[in-house]
């Protein structure tokens, strides 16, 4: 499941409630799957990989449905055109904006 497309409950009532509460459940989800594997999706990040000289920065991308309460599969990720597992990354951390 991707964080940008969740599933729409068309049984919801006809105002924007129905939305937000769709993107709040949508940003918890996306918040719960981060906290378990110690990562952040959709923002700048700077990731050390074992056995990979330099960090990578860029925005880390979710490739595989691994990873979820009801998955025993890890997720698989990607960074700048690289592949890689949870069980891959050294460190990770925030990567500071540029000016």
């Given amino acids: 499941m991707s964080f940008d497309q969740g599933e729409f409950d068309f ?6 409630g129905g939305w937000r509460r769709w993107r709040e459940e949508l940003e918890e989800k996306q918040r719960a799957f981060e906290a378990r594997w110690g990562v952040a999706l959709g923002k700048p990040v700077v990731v050390q990989l074992r056995d990979h000289a330099k960090p990578l920065t ?6 595989s449905e ?6 025993s599969r890890p997720p698989r990720f990607r960074l700048r055109g690289l592949e890689f597992g949870h069980e891959e990354i050294a460190s990770l951390s925030r990567a500071e904006p540029e000016d």
């Fill in 11 to 16: 049984n919801a009532r006809g105002d924007e």
């Fill in 58 to 63: 860029g925005m880390l991308e979710w490739i």
């Fill in 66 to 71: 691994g990873g979820r309460a009801d998955d």
